[in-house]
């Protein structure tokens, strides 16, 4: 995978955490972010991939595409740190989220009704 794509695929990771970042500061679900949640780990598989395609380059392409097979190399790991960073940023929202969410089935009704079935 070439720089340019790779360059593409952390714009594409960009946007779909952007719009999951927005999507939580909103209070929407984590089950209706599906499609965004989808792009970015597409976008977070592409650089892997491209990661592994210049780490595990045949010497042939390397005497060929050298420059090219480094600079992809650079810019995958560059990317793989941000998308490290926002994957960081995820398990927190995550986390945030659903400790917001269990505080509100154990202060519900719901939750009273549940420990008396579990009891009987």
Do not use: C, Y
């Not at 500061?25 to 599906?34: D, F, H, K, N």
């Not at 395609?53 to 090219?68: I, T, Y």
């Amino acid at each position: 995978m070439d720089p340019a794509t790779i360059g593409v695929a952390i714009t594409a990771a960009n946007t779909a955490f952007n719009a999951i970042k927005r999507g939580f500061q909103a209070g929407r679900e984590i089950e209706s972010m599906g499609k965004d949640l989808g792009r970015w780990m597409t976008a977070l598989s592409d650089i892997d991939n491209a990661e592994k395609s210049a780490k595990n380059a045949s010497p042939l392409r390397k005497l060929f595409k050298g420059n090219e097979i480094q600079a992809s190399a650079i810019e995958a790991f560059t990317a793989k740190k941000k998308l490290e960073a926002q994957r960081q940023e995820l398990k927190t929202f995550i986390k945030h989220n659903m400790e917001k969410e269990l505080d509100n089935l154990i202060m519900s009704n719901n939750f009273d009704r549940w420990k008396n079935v579990k009891k009987n």
